[in-house]
């Protein structure tokens, strides 16, 4: 597709359970990110990866959040046991340099109630 | 204190007028500095990006001061479709991931 997609595009989910989002990221783009937003604030960096490579983790706020990007191209953002303070706007975001600026999928909204 | 500073807003302002938004960043090894718009419920996307030697896309003009570590974006003649809020945004050149400041709301009232 033309820019990149990211599903489900709302999640509700009970404490406890697991989510997996999902994002396909602009073909041929290495860099991947994935950001949180919560309401009424900046997306929060959570990690990034070129190609297959996780690089940089740092973002992720707990030992329940794991990412992958196995082939290099879509990518998932899993959350485990998932608590209420996890609910926000997950966004994925590729880019094909770190020069340019990045381009944003339209976001998985996650309620956990 | 938060990486990147914006005044959060809201400013609300008459079609026409002419609106200036400043952000200030922390990080003295940012490298890369974007404005991004978000319209309500929707992704971030980029405006424009933010050099020393300024900017000009129509009617926005984005700058950057090195020295004082500060970004501007001016919009002119300012529309109602420009309603949004705008994200100023840096990104340094040891973490790769984009920075983002919580954003300013912008209203053009007609």
């Known amino acids: 597709g033309a820019g990149v997609s990211q599903s489900p595009r709302y999640k509700v989910a009970k404490r406890g359970q697991d989510v997996a989002l999902r994002c396909d990221p602009i073909?041929?783009?290495?860099?991947l990110f994935w950001y949180q937003q919560a309401l009424g604030q900046g997306p929060e960096f959570l990690t990034y990866f070129q190609n297959e490579a996780q690089l940089d983790k740092s973002g992720l706020p707990s030992d329940r959040f794991f990412a992958e990007r196995p082939e290099g191209s879509v990518s998932t953002l899993k959350i485990q046991r998932t608590q209420q303070e996890d609910s926000a706007v997950y966004l994925c975001a590729s880019t094909p340099g770190l020069t340019t600026g990045e381009f944003f999928g339209p976001g998985t909204r996650l309620t956990v109630l | 204190r938060k990486e990147v500073e914006q005044d959060p807003g809201p400013f609300n302002v008459p079609e026409g007028a002419t609106v200036a938004f400043n952000c200030t960043y922390s990080n003295s090894a940012s490298q890369s500095f974007f404005w991004y718009r978000q319209d309500c419920r929707k992704e971030p996307k980029l405006l424009m990006s933010v050099y020393s030697s300024g900017n000009e896309d129509g009617r926005f003009t984005a700058q950057l001061n090195r020295a004082s570590q500060y970004i501007s974006l001016l919009i002119r003649d300012s529309k109602l479709s420009d309603s949004a809020t705008y994200l100023c945004?840096?990104?340094?050149?040891?973490?790769?991931?984009?920075?983002f400041g919580s954003g300013t709301q912008l209203t053009v009232l007609p």
């Open positions: 073909s041929g783009h290495v860099s």
């Open positions: 945004v840096a990104r340094s050149g040891s973490a790769r991931q984009l920075t």
